[in-house]
């Protein structure tokens, strides 16, 4: 029985230690559901309480990422039903990109001013692209495309068959890439659907 009390502490400090490294990835998801710095935050943060409430439940040694991706997207839609305020995509306001400041930090090969500019524009234009794109296929693009989920792992998190997945993959590639259209020019042939 001793042995179970100090093996548990222990356990929640390597469970507590690996979630740290997904809040990056989890922010991500929330601030492209919510498409707010503050609400990203909450939903990150419940996320965190609901997971850390539940971390027995986890299996050590299976995808924590999926798992508390999962945790997120429920939350998020279930909060989303009481509140149908998420709804609506906010305009922008200000000189600056309230957007995720993701791309900031990802490193460029020349960083330099003009690089730094361009990320800048570029996660803009994506952000207010996905922004207009419904939930629905909005988040297998956050889950496969930026979230590096496989279709059986989003299939999962979004409680749909594979072939959902799929299709509205898909069908989220090709409005992302019409909104994107004038900024990246013309898609080739075929090239959404791969």
Known sequence: MVREGRAQPEGREAFLQELMTYMDHLYRMAFHLAK????????????????????????????????????????????????????????????????????DRVPAQNPGPESHILLKERSAKITDALRKIPGEFRAPILLVDMGDFS????????????????????????????????????????????
């Not at 609901?50 to 939350?75: D, S, V």
């Not at 998420?86 to 400041?101: A, H, K, M, Q």
């Open 36 to 103: 707010e710095r503050d609400e990203a935050q909450d939903i990150v943060q419940e996320t965190c309480v609901r997971a850390l409430a539940a971390y027995e439940q986890f299996t050590p040694g299976t995808n924590m990422k999926a798992w508390l991706t999962k945790i997120l997207y429920n939350f998020f839609f279930d909060h989303f039903h009481q509140k149908k305020r998420w709804i609506s995509v906010e305009d922008r306001t200000g000189e600056g990109d309230e957007g995720s400041d993701y791309w």
């Open 151 to 194: 279709y059986a792992e989003a299939a999962e998190i979004l409680s749909c068959p594979v072939g959902t997945v799929r299709s509205r993959l898909s069908r989220g590639r090709r409005l992302l890439a019409n909104h994107l259209k004038g900024y990246i020019g013309a898609p080739e042939k075929g090239a959404a659907e791969k």
